[in-house]
DNA sequence: TTGAAAGCGTTACCAA
DNA sequence: TTGGTAACGCTTTCAA
């Protein structure tokens, strides 16, 4: 293997000069500079990461820690890990993934070997175990998604609550009166996921608001859970004209088993969806959706991530204001 | 940050007996063990994961590349993904995820720097750029896919073209005598993802061996790709009783999309399917699968990188028989 | 069965 | 603007 040594002396320069011209850390001479990067190239050195992290304390590398679920929505999370990976890079960081089934200790075993500079925690349940251990750590953290108490804990999640606050708002200024939540997944609530709960706040708080009658149903993203949804909503509110889908996986199929019903979109019934970015167009009908920006999360977690490894920022709480993007999908109540 | 020597000192031995506790590489009296195993965990204890690269030249890391597309089935990837991690786990191995946005510079500079023993790269196409890098490395290396010319570099895959094989035989053996094949994107053909052409050519040839009536259409996941491919077959072929589906993106809408023609599965037409393991339950009604086995893959891939790394192993092509399941969506043709 | 010590390839401090 | 040189924490060879 090539080293700093072998550098430093084919280009005529101690190793420190070598180390200097790499990191920036002092001016050095034009000359000197280029003579140090012409042997760098000619004898094709790569510094060794982990004399690097053993002489510097810093290993340019975030861990993610991701769950392993079949009830999670697998685009989304896959939007997630890119983005975070994508944005890493420009920092000249790589990421190393650690998946839940390792559990919380995976996270402690990565900070405490000094395998990573930072730890990303993707999908954060309201108590979840890789929480303590992460505040444990001396470690700086960043949480995608939003416990009930991170404590000094960054986090970055969309806002949930104003996202279905506008789907609301957007169905009730479109002269519908009887609207309804297609939820995520039981699963989803039951382990305490905080963005079903602060979907499902906004959403009643702002229909009560509104004056309108509004149910909401959870839903499992089989058929058979769709077909139990739509039964039970239209059990409850024969009246429906409006829809509210926070089930990304689950949209397709209720697409389908809407038309299935002869219940048209949005002649008969108005949907309005939180959608991936990229979903928009394999929907046989435009959809008005608030996007769930997951690039924008990612790239923004690794940024906080970044400001604390910078120790210019203290940890801090940001939750993305959502959009919405009107389309066919809903319409004026007929 | 406790070293090894401060674990030294306080079990009143030498570093390099600690080292030998904890590598089991030489004999250590029970009692020396215990009293370095108290120290270590009084101390708490946790060995550098940079200072051990350094000093062994092992860093027990995978590097994972993966693809960055939104035209293949993300569950599937996923499912690598995740399968990868937890495979790795069980050889204390972690895994650094590389996206392709980087290209084939991505793996240079991590085996480069020593950031991992070997390399692990996803969705390999028939003339992927990653191959040549890899090849020039000389860091043991395993495909996910199977290229033209894999050199000495190890691949493991799903044998498409068995697979493809055991779809026609099934509707053949059903007395279907019109068949179709809906394939994966078109763009999937055209960046020449080897799966797609092996898999389309095993699917000619038994139909002709059969005597069958076949064609075949490249389907985009879309709405309108799904239509405008049913429209497709339903020209060349109006009496088409049999589809076969290598295209897990568009299942869902094409399931819809068959109803809304008032097309039933399996009275009109009988579908078989190459489908992710988990996706089963989805469907409206059970369908016959042949399972892409991403945890077989993703953990296979593990053991041959294991192998190489321990030496004992050369490179080698492995192809995954495919299994087919059957459920109600197959029937004999009416 | 154990210890001493020489690396491993960098960084960063102290001098010049 | 540069060089010399201690760390950094571990593995492994050589000796005992």
Chains 1, 2 share one sequence.
Not at 46 to 58: D, E, F, K, V, Y
Request: with cysteine; aromatic share 4%; glycine share 6%.
């Amino acid at each position: 293997m090539v080293s700093i040594a072998d550098v430093a002396q084919d280009a005529g320069v101690s190793s420190s000069t070598v180390s200097y011209v790499l990191s920036g850390k002092r001016s050095i001479s034009p000359e000197t500079r280029r003579r140090v990067e012409a042997s760098i190239h000619r004898l094709g050195y790569h510094p060794h990461a982990g004399a690097r992290a053993l002489a510097s304390s810093r290993t340019n590398v975030l861990a993610l820690s991701m769950p392993l679920r079949t009830d999670i929505d697998v685009p989304v999370l896959m939007g997630f890990v890119t983005s975070v990976v994508t944005a890493a890079r420009k920092y000249d960081y790589d990421v190393l993934l650690l998946t839940n089934d390792e559990g919380p200790e995976g996270l402690r075993r990565v900070a405490n070997s000094a395998m990573a500079d930072a730890l990303l925690v993707m999908d954060v349940e309201v108590d979840d175990p890789r929480i303590p251990v992460s505040q444990s750590l001396s470690c700086p953290t960043v949480l995608i998604g939003l416990p009930d108490e991170p404590g000094d804990l960054s986090c970055v999640d969309l806002d949930f609550s104003a996202a279905a606050k506008r789907c609301v708002h957007h169905l009730a200024d479109l002269g519908h009166e009887h609207i309804a939540l297609v939820g995520p997944s039981p699963a989803v609530y039951e382990r305490g996921t905080s963005f079903a709960t602060r979907f499902l706040r906004g959403f009643t708080t702002v229909a009560r608001e509104r004056g309108l009658h509004a149910s909401s149903q959870p839903c499992a993203p089989s058929y058979e859970g769709v077909r139990d949804c739509l039964d039970g909503i239209l059990v409850e509110q024969p009246r429906v004209t409006g829809l509210v889908v926070h089930n990304e996986a689950a949209l397709g199929t209720l697409l389908s088993e809407l038309r299935n019903r002869d219940m048209r979109v949005p002649e008969d019934v108005s949907v309005v969806a939180v959608s991936p970015d990229e979903m928009a167009a394999n929907w046989p009908i435009p959809l008005t959706t608030v996007p769930l920006p997951s690039d924008d999360i990612g790239v923004l977690a690794v940024e906080m991530a970044m400001r604390e490894l910078e120790g210019v920022k203290s940890p801090e709480v940001r939750l993305l204001s959502p959009r919405l993007t009107t389309a066919r999908s809903t319409a004026q109540r007929h």
